[in-house]
């Protein structure tokens, strides 16, 4: 009876697995017919008006060269409904932050904030906020979720362009080609296209626009090198120009005390230290997907140029000299600046301006103007060190932080890009409210407890500008008198003690002081803004691998610099690098013959 | 004879309802947790686009994921890798638990006894999220413990998580120091069950301590052992997703990367559902097949049997 049992039981696993696998194959013809039947229908019953994939390919094109021609609503215009509507939201906001929680503390919660009411009151919209998470990787498991179970908001954030052709396939999102332009209005439509309309093309799946590019500031793409003035001054040294001075820096640096390091590193150091290899003529960004044109007029993956080899040279001479520690090439970021920039083990690191945010959080505080104590430690910014270049080349994307898609279904779409018209009146239109809509008391990114949002491209620049034009660099004072908004804002929080404010944006010794000197005539643009092509979302995971593995074999000497970055070339193009590239030049050719 | 067994075989059924209505709740479980969500295993072999629902139209395409997983650059590396740290873990997982069973049953002092088997026993509970901070740590070639001590005897130090040469080893021996506490239960439990008075007999011949083990405890252990050790075949594939996950990096890809490293990277990161749930589809079946056999083994060698 016993070993009757077993023999079924072991039989019943077997079948149920070879029955999964049978069901599968014997359903697939009737899946398929399922799902053409579906197709058909759902085609017949929308009527055009939800148009799949395959729209009309010119006026993507067009809307990629010329952008918005004419618009039906004027700067400062937007739509006010006449009968309440709702509309649901999904984005990356962290609803219980501490931010959040103090301005629910102070009787303004974030579902009925100033943004929420401000869309109420003068538009008619309700805005409602579904699932919102804020680490990136459990929001797109919840999004894919969403999307299998059918129960996506209205409109909803999308951080993967993958997704967005996904969407756009079943038909589960809107085209928005000419929607797009019969409601932009001429301040969003400023906005968006200010740093050229190529930025539609990541929005573009087989020729129609089915996703708005979440516009942001392309000075996101720089990257800084932030230097302890204090500890220059106790080795006796200049501010770095150069890379070899960057080294000697690092050295004495290490020398100043036991458990020094010379240069805080990280596994992501290809994407949080680029400066690196900009010193040196190399030409990546901090996402890693830079296609740069040729002289033959293709385009080329950045990151494997012959002209990244400065970078890993300098790396790897600064590994083997033992100023980068062997450790921090398994860290993340964050937890090496945690290991030896907080712990004061560290006065050099790379990395893009926000990072101001975490020499504040590590209660770091600015020694300009008068403001912290003697013997605190001093952080500021530096022009990028040169290494073999004359001028340090910047590569940027016409940069969005991700896109928003409208629900097939919602039953106002238009309604989204009113909000966003509204949006940017709030901000920067002729009669803004800066001061109390992008930043307040309690949330210093007030601007981002809106449902949806887009920025200028000179949102950091603007304040920078108007600080620097009141400030006497030479005795560090600030004439208020000559401040406006958003300057005022920026240097109120400055005097508040937020000294990111300072490291980021400050008329001094700041980020954006390099900023001012290099954007936008040193940007280099990135070539290919498009969605991802199939072989591309196949196989890219893999290609990134090949190149991680590689690149930190040849920082750590395990690998020659010559004979392993060529075969890493190899293996990468065997990979299938050599058929993105082909493809991506094709489309390339596409949209801009 | 057939009908008298029938009868009996219901009479036991009905006399034993209310054990089986106990049952009931763990058998749902195990239908909704377990058997339904197989329906999933048909992504294996479909284009699987999320937006379309897992009852939407989804392209079928036969072995497409599977042929996609076998292209994969690193594949053959990850299938090498697992087999290698789960084959280190299972032999010197199985001797260091067996040792210290062994040791526990020769310690005369009771408090001892306790006192280690409970602090052995302790890290098992320990998630190695925490742990990986804490062996980080540890291990770190700057500042840690174990490479001050080795300085001490003038070894350079070794970056343990982050040289190929040593991050298996690491694997290995962090795993065995998390679990061999746990692990050695069984065996001290065989050991306690092994009849006193064969001990009296060799002890009465003459037997010293040491003969004792070799001749008594260790054959009387020895059905256990084989037994767990074909059975621990079913987890050949299971290198330890949570340890190598919270320890590996790109540096060392070459010797620590998994399949469920791997699986978790194109799934979850990825978003690639089809050759994610292919690769464990795949993992399942030659888990079934190694673990069936095993049991056959264990059955037939040894007359083991779960039911």
């Known amino acids: ?593 | 004879m057939k009908n008298k067994s029938k009868k009996s075989g219901w009479k036991q059924f009905k006399r034993n309802i209310p054990l089986h209505l106990m049952l009931l709740p763990a058998v749902i479980l195990v239908l909704v947790f377990a058997y339904i969500p197989m329906y999933g295993l048909v992504i294996a072999f479909q284009n699987f686009n999320a937006a379309k629902g897992i009852f939407g139209g989804q392209k079928w395409i036969g072995l497409g994921n599977f042929t996609y997983i076998f292209t994969l650059p690193s594949i053959w590396r990850v299938f090498g890798n697992t087999l290698i740290i789960a084959v280190l873990k299972i032999i010197f997982g199985t001797l260091a638990a067996i040792t210290t069973a062994l040791l526990l049953n020769e310690c005369s002092s009771k408090g001892v006894k306790k006192s280690v088997q409970t602090m052995i026993y302790f890290p098992h509970f320990i998630s190695w999220i925490i742990l990986a901070g804490v062996f980080t740590d540890i291990l770190s070639p700057t500042d840690g413990v174990v490479n001050s001590f080795l300085g001490l005897f003038g070894v350079k130090p070794i970056y343990f998580l982050g040289d190929n040469k040593y991050f298996r080893g690491t694997l290995v021996v962090t795993d065995i120091w998390k679990s061999f506490g746990y692990n050695s239960i069984v065996y001290l439990a065989t050991i306690t069950g092994i009849d006193p008075s064969l001990y009296e007999a060799a002890s009465i011949d003459g037997a010293g301590r040491w003969k004792q083990v070799w001749h008594i405890t260790l054959p009387g252990m020895s059905t256990i052992i084989i037994l767990l050790t074909i059975l621990s075949m079913g987890n050949i594939l299971n290198a330890g997703f949570d340890q190598v996950f919270n320890l590996y990096s790109a540096a060392v890809y070459d010797t620590g990367d998994i399949i469920d490293t791997l699986v978790y990277r194109l799934g979850l990161q990825g978003a690639k559902f089809g050759p994610s749930t292919a690769v464990g589809l795949l993992k399942s079946i030659i888990s079934l097949v190694l673990i069936s056999s095993a049991y056959l083994i264990a059955w037939k060698k040894f007359d083991y049997t779960v039911f």
């Open chain 1, 1 to 593: 009876m016993k070993k009757l049992l077993a023999i079924l039981l072991a039989a019943v696993l077997v079948l149920s697995l070879a029955a999964c696998s049978g069901s599968g194959e014997s359903t697939a013809d009737e899946g398929t017919k399922e799902a053409e039947a579906q197709e058909a229908e759902a085609e017949a019953e929308e009527g055009g008006e939800t148009e799949p994939a395959g729209g009309n390919y010119q006026t993507a094109i067009d809307l990629y060269q010329n952008g918005v021609k004419e618009y039906k609503y004027k700067a400062g215009e937007f739509k006010k409904y006449d009968e309440p509507i709702t509309l649901t939201v999904n984005n990356t906001h962290d609803l219980d932050s501490d931010t959040f929680e103090a301005m629910r503390a102070a009787g303004e919660p974030v579902e009925n904030g100033r943004w929420i009411q401000y869309f109420r009151d003068d538009m008619n919209i309700e805005w409602v906020f579904g699932w919102c998470e804020s680490n990136s990787a459990d929001y797109n498991q919840k999004l894919t979720l969403s999307m299998s179970e059918g129960a996506l908001a209205d409109v909803f954030y999308v951080s993967d362009q993958n997704m967005i052709r996904q969407l756009a396939e079943a038909g589960a999102i809107l085209p928005l080609t000419e929607l797009w332009q019969d409601n932009v209005n001429e301040t969003l439509g400023r906005i968006m296209e200010e740093e050229g309309t190529a930025i539609y093309g990541t929005g573009i799946v087989d020729g129609e626009f089915y996703a708005l590019p979440v516009k942001m500031p392309s000075t996101n793409t720089y990257n800084h090198c932030w230097i302890r003035r204090d500890w220059l001054e106790k080795v006796g040294m200049d501010v770095p120009s150069t890379m070899d001075e960057v080294k000697e820096v690092a050295k004495a640096f290490k020398e100043l005390a036991d458990g020094n390091i010379g240069l805080c590193f990280s596994k992501d150091f290809m994407s949080e230290m680029e400066g690196v290899f900009w010193a040196f003529g190399g030409q990546q960004n901090s996402r890693r997907n830079q296609w740069n044109k040729q002289e033959d007029g293709t385009i080329a993956y950045a990151e494997i140029q012959d002209n990244m080899k400065g970078g890993f040279e300098w790396l790897r001479d600064m590994y083997a000299e033992g100023l980068i520690p062997q450790e921090s090439i398994s860290m993340g970021t964050y937890d090496a600046l945690a290991n030896y920039v907080a712990t004061e083990k560290c006065g050099l690191f790379y990395g893009p301006h926000w990072y101001g945010f975490q020499l504040q959080n590590f209660g770091f505080k600015t020694q300009n103007y008068g403001m912290g104590s003697e013997g605190e430690a001093d952080w500021i910014e530096i022009p990028l060190p040169k290494g073999t270049v004359d001028t340090v080349i910047i590569p940027g994307n016409n940069t969005n932080d991700g896109w928003y898609c409208i629900n097939a279904n919602c039953e106002h779409p238009e309604a989204v890009i009113q909000t966003l018209n509204a949006y940017v009146e709030k901000l920067f239109g002729e009669n803004n409210d800066f001061a109390n809509f992008f930043a307040c008391d309690l949330n210093s990114g007030e601007w981002n407890a809106s449902p949806i949002h887009v920025l200028s491209a000179t949102v950091d620049l603007d304040p920078y500008w108007i600080l620097s034009k009141a400030t006497n660099k030479e005795t560090q004072e600030v004439d208020e008198s000559k401040l406006y908004e958003p300057g005022t804002s920026y240097w109120n929080y400055i005097k508040a003690g937020l000294s990111a404010y300072q490291y980021m944006f400050g008329p001094i010794d700041s980020c954006f002081c390099y900023v001012d000197e290099t954007y936008p005539q040193n940007i280099l643009w990135n070539e290919y803004l498009f969605i991802p092509t199939q072989t591309y979302t196949d196989r890219w995971g893999s290609l990134v691998e090949i190149l991680d593995n590689y690149e930190i074999k040849i920082v750590t000497g395990e690998l020659d610099l010559d004979e392993g970055f060529a075969e890493m070339v190899q293996k990468f193009n065997e990979a299938g690098g050599a058929v993105i590239s082909e493809e991506y030049n094709e489309i390339y050719a596409d949209f801009t013959k």
